[in-house]
């Protein structure tokens, strides 16, 4: 890559790619969405183990401001 785009569009990252290396490029995108995919539904399942002890701590209020309204 010449620069790296400021959002990161990967329209503009194949724009900006020298001609013989999109396929390079392509697999550098492919790789990396991958790799943040697994990291991040990683943590979102060991989240998911701690938020349910909330769940109930949510439902109590929910009807707690049910109760205040009325």
Not at 29 to 44: D, E, H, K, P, Y
């Amino acid at each position: 890559l010449v620069a790296g785009p400021s959002p990161g569009s990967i329209f503009a990252y194949l724009a900006l790619t020298p001609k013989g290396s999109f396929l390079a490029t392509i697999a550098g995108v492919t790789v990396g969405t991958l790799v943040s995919f697994a990291i991040t539904s990683l943590i979102l399942k060991m989240e998911k183990t701690v938020e349910t002890k909330s769940e109930d701590e949510f439902a109590q209020s929910a009807n707690a401001v049910k109760a205040m309204k009325q």
